[in-house]
């Protein structure tokens, strides 16, 4: 049975690091994978060179052993040749020496070949590995330079993200029926000048239909009757000025009253008595 120490601390992390997700800037991130990324191709560049470098010390052993290889041929030859000399002179003893010498050279040239045909094993198994780490420095290489590519594509792309995100809280805010904070939206600058008006217009009527409203109304009366009076007073006095000589005439201060027709009141209708 596991620990449930050990679980909830599991879990812990596992919420603490989706939260660190959640909240961290891609920008930042992606920074972060293309860093590990050069890391690794560091890593595997250097192991590469490694093998390379292990395959150019076995290369340059082996080539050493060949010269001594070749060198203790000549040897061997060369003992050979001395002692078939000193045979055909007869010295026994410089013969017998000479042979030894060439059965020397010749262990030697064994032990040699032996290890060139080990050292040759080996720097074929180097130069495979060589070969392999060299074609994994390319690819590598061609994985980075893909995701530096993909860098560049993904900033342009959060870069477009934001920008639609700002578009989109800009329509949103725009869209709502009541405005964030205290700054008033349209409909509600509507609403109160509808409500103004509608309440200007309601005093309006409750004003025609009040007493007041009707003292107004005989005034206005009053002030029409008084002028009509006195555009009469001027249009006679203006048909006196263009009478004939000879005529009568009315001084230009006087009004001509008017005869006033049987059966007709003089006396100016009331407005309160309607």
Do not use: C
């Not at 290889?69 to 000399?85: F, G, S």
């Amino acid at each position: 049975m596991a620990n449930p120490f050990v679980k909830a601390w599991k879990y812990l992390m596992a919420l603490f690091n989706s939260k660190i997700d959640e909240h961290a800037d891609p920008k930042v991130q992606i920074q972060q994978a293309i860093e590990e990324a050069q890391r690794q191709h560091q890593a595997l560049t250097q192991q590469a060179a490694q093998v390379i470098g292990n395959q150019r010390q076995l290369e340059m052993r082996l080539n050493r052993q060949l010269a001594d290889i070749e060198k203790l041929q000549v040897n061997v030859r060369q003992a050979l040749t001395l002692a078939d000399q000193a045979t055909s002179a007869g010295d026994a003893a410089k013969a017998t020496e000479y042979n030894n010498a060439a059965e020397a050279f010749a262990a030697q040239l064994v032990t040699a070949e032996q290890s060139v045909e080990d050292l040759k094993a080996l720097h074929d198994q180097a130069l495979s590995a060589a070969m392999q780490a060299k074609k994994a420095v390319e690819q590598n290489a061609m994985v980075l330079q893909q995701k530096i590519a993909e860098r560049t594509k993904l900033l342009s792309q959060l870069e477009q993200a934001k920008m639609q995100e700002q578009v989109s809280a800009s329509l949103r805010s725009m869209s709502e029926i009541a405005a964030p904070g205290t700054t008033p939206s349209l409909d509600e600058v509507r609403d109160k000048i509808e409500r103004r008006y509608a309440n200007a217009i309601g005093a309006a009527e409750l004003a025609q239909g009040s007493v007041q409203g009707r003292m107004l109304e005989v005034e206005q009366a009053g002030v029409q009757m008084a002028g009509h009076s006195r555009l009469e007073q001027i249009r006679a006095s203006m048909r006196g000025e263009s009478l004939p000589a000879g005529g009568s005439t009315t001084s230009p201060g006087q009004a001509i009253p008017a005869t006033p027709q049987s059966g007709t009141n003089p006396t100016p209708e009331n407005p309160l008595g309607r």
